[in-house]
């Protein structure tokens, strides 16, 4: 695996190093040792599929509060998405920036959010199936989120959401003063 470093401390993308031949690759998709040698937990409790029948499909952006944070792993298995992360850490040089990465099928990226940030995709395909390890256990009580078009944070997507849940269409803006993340 190669593990690029991204411009928000603690994130990285995950590129596969495939072994190919006439039967196609193979991969390791996690290794304990490189993990931890990239200062990355090691622990993942709990497994989440997103299945996504049609193309933009955007869930997010979606944190854990302070006191129940989690870093997830996350991996598109079944077509292509569009992820993007917030750094939301108050002591962190970069609150408040975000970054995207494309995960597909394809390109077997994954992507390792760190604790303390907002995460979300859109489909770039029908019919994809996003794959997430997560380092602790949901805690529906510690579930927030913010709007995918809060002005605050200026994302650019590749596209209009075509499906949405009600949830996830009308956070809030942003409001520093009552931030629990």
């Known amino acids: 695996m190669h593990f690029?470093?991204?411009?928000?401390a603690g994130a990285f993308v995950i590129e596969l190093e495939p072994h190919r031949d006439e039967?196609?690759?193979f991969a390791r998709s996690f290794c304990e040792r490189e993990f931890e040698a990239n200062g990355l937990p090691t622990r993942f409790p709990q497994s989440n599929l997103s299945r996504n029948s049609q193309f933009g499909t955007l869930r997010g952006m979606h944190y854990q509060a302070a006191a129940v944070r989690e870093a997830k792993l996350v991996r598109c298995v079944r077509g292509a998405i569009y992820d993007i992360i917030?750094?939301?850490r108050?002591?962190?040089p970069t609150r408040f920036e975000?970054?995207?990465a494309e995960l597909s099928a394809d390109n077997g990226r994954a992507l390792f959010v760190p604790?303390?940030?907002a995460h979300g995709f859109i489909t770039l395909a029908d019919e994809s199936d996003v794959f997430y390890q997560m380092s602790e256990l949901y805690r529906p009580e510690g579930a927030r989120g913010l709007r995918w078009n809060?002005?605050?944070?200026g994302l650019r997507w590749p596209s209009e959401p075509r499906?949405?849940?009600e949830r996830d269409r009308t956070y809030p803006d942003f409001d520093p003063d009552n931030f629990d993340g």
Not at 4 to 8: A, M, S, T, Y
Not at 150 to 153: A, K, L, T, V, W
Request: proline share 7%; no cysteine; glycine share 12%.
């Open 23 to 25: 039967r196609g690759f």
């Open 163 to 165: 499906v949405i849940s």
């Open 115 to 117: 604790e303390g940030f």
């Open 98 to 100: 975000w970054i995207g």
């Open 90 to 92: 108050a002591d962190s």
């Open 4 to 8: 690029l470093p991204q411009k928000l």
């Open 150 to 153: 809060d002005p605050r944070f």
């Open 86 to 88: 917030i750094d939301l």
